[in-house]
């Protein structure tokens, strides 16, 4: 089905959607995992995004996503000066990151404070996005909905003890997806939802003795 969406793109500042409005969007999720503007970045461009980013602006989109900019912020067109004077490191890189990836994709790994983290996102036309990567774990994460992850020890009833917890807390779960590397490590979750999770939602997540991290994903597409 053809959406309006792909006839008329998204509103956003610059000249193409996959390279500044899906690259922005890419950015603010991102900044989601280290819970808010980063200290260092190093962004990797692959394919399309190496080869004419700069001319398209996605290094400004990715900065402004990665600075809390929407896609039509104005500010995009300056992201880069801001990031200089906030005194923000960030660096870009030309890279192959895999012979089949999408011909839009990056990777960006930041550090704030005491967080590492790192995603692998693709802009994959009119604004759209999807997270393929979220620190060396396979996801699949688009940004239509609130988005959950969390690392957890790999321990029977925790799906069911968090799914009772958001239920307590008035969210719904919309997807749910589950990769472990092997039984009884760690395990990655990522649970999209229909409302926006509150501090509650966190807190109470990170109560759970068995929960490592957890970090929410807001919401950046429709």
Not at 20 to 41: K, P, Q
Not at 83 to 95: C, P, R, V, Y
Not at 165 to 183: F, K, P, S
Request: glycine letters at 12%.
């Amino acid at each position: 089905m053809v959406s309006l969406l792909d006839i008329i793109g998204p509103v956003m500042v610059g000249p193409s959607s996959s390279h500044t409005a899906g690259a922005c969007r890419i950015g603010l999720l991102a900044r989601g995992l280290v819970g808010g503007t980063f200290e260092r970045a190093r962004i990797e461009l692959h394919g399309s995004f190496a080869r004419t980013g700069e001319g398209h602006g996605t290094d400004k989109a990715i900065i402004g996503g990665l600075l809390g900019f929407r896609p039509d912020d104005d500010r995009i067109r300056q992201a880069l000066e801001i990031a200089e004077k906030e005194g923000l490191d960030f660096s870009f890189e030309k890279t192959t990151i895999r012979d089949d990836a999408h011909p839009n994709t990056v990777r960006i790994t930041l550090d704030r404070a005491h967080r590492h983290h790192s995603l692998i996102g693709e802009s994959i036309g009119a604004g759209r996005i999807r997270i393929t990567e979220i620190d060396g774990y396979p996801v699949e994460v688009s940004g239509s909905h609130h988005t959950i992850v969390l690392v957890a020890e790999d321990i029977k009833g925790s799906i069911a003890r968090i799914a009772t917890l958001l239920a307590e807390d008035g969210v719904n779960i919309a997807t749910l997806r589950l990769t472990r590397q092997q039984r009884g490590g760690d395990a990655f979750m990522v649970i999209e939802v229909d409302e926006e999770p509150g501090e509650q939602v966190r807190d109470d997540l990170r109560a759970l003795p068995w929960v490592r991290w957890t970090h929410r994903l807001d919401k950046v597409s429709a």
